[in-house]
T-cell receptor, first 112, second 113 residues
Framework: QKEVEQNSGPLSVPEGAIASLNCTYS??????FFWYRQYSGKSPELIMSIYSNGDKEDGRFTAQLNKASQYVSLLIRDSQPSDSATYLCAVNIYQAGTALIFGKGTTLSVSS | GAVVSQHPSRVICKSGTSVKIECRSL??????MFWYRQFPKKSLMLMAT?????????EQGVEKDKFLINHASLTLSTLTVTSAHPEDSSFYIC?????????FGPGTRLTVT
């Protein structure tokens, strides 16, 4: 059974702090990794994709991938109250194709 | 770019009836679309992969005769929930693939009474 694990939280950080979200996955064959943000009652919104080991930065967001440890993380710098949401880690299910398996999500709460 | 729409956004139907949900990619063509289901406080679960011009591929445990998928064009996939029951009440979300990434529609909240 292929799995994606996330700490459900809630993760609480003050405004302006760095929020660190973590995810592990079970399938060593996975090649594509994604972070989505989901507000309550809404559908997921793609934040970042990462395919290679190392860091990838986009604005306030940095994704980190370590395939040897089967670990992917998302750092949010200068956290804002509007970042409060559930963050879903997703990994491609099959070695070919883009079907995704999602973690249960980590709820982030940023207090002003 | 990469806008995906769904219709309807909410639907309430009686037990035993069928409901059709449409998923459209508005500004790009999508050979592949996906259908997910999300129960309250749970994560998204992939139901099926929809490929334009061919039969959908269903995930284990998803009844293909109950959840009918049609992907008749490069911008439209439909999911029909047949003979709906209260346990089918859920948030149904489609996504369309572009450049190896998935872009999600806004979702359809189905309530079966």
């Amino acid at each position: 059974q292929k799995e994606v694990e996330q700490n459900s939280g809630p993760l609480s950080v003050p405004e302006g702090a760095i929020a660190s979200l973590n995810c592990t996955y079970s399938d060593r064959g996975s090649q594509s990794f994604f972070w989505y943000r989901q507000y309550s009652g809404k559908s997921p919104e793609l934040i970042m994709s990462i395919y290679s080991n190392g860091d990838k930065e986009d604005g306030r967001f940095t994704a980190q991938l370590n395939k040897a440890s089967q670990y992917v993380s998302l750092l949010i710098r200068d956290s804002q109250p509007s970042d409060s949401a559930t963050y879903l880690c997703a990994v491609n299910i099959y070695q070919a194709g883009t079907a995704l398996i999602f973690g249960k999500g980590t709820t982030l709460s940023v207090s002003s | 770019g990469a806008v995906v729409s769904q219709h309807p956004s909410r639907v309430i139907c009686k037990s035993g009836t069928s409901v059709k949900i449409e998923c459209r990619s508005l500004d790009f063509q999508a050979t592949t679309m996906f259908w997910y289901r999300q129960f309250p406080k749970k994560s998204l679960m992939l139901m099926a992969t929809s490929n334009e011009g061919s039969k959908a591929t269903y995930e284990q445990g998803v009844e293909k005769d109950k959840f009918l998928i049609n992907h008749a064009s490069l911008t439209l996939s439909t999911l029909t929930v047949t003979s709906a029951h209260p346990e089918d009440s859920s948030f149904y979300i489609c996504s369309a693939e572009r450049a190896d990434e998935q872009y999600f529609g806004p979702g359809t909240r189905l309530t079966v009474t």
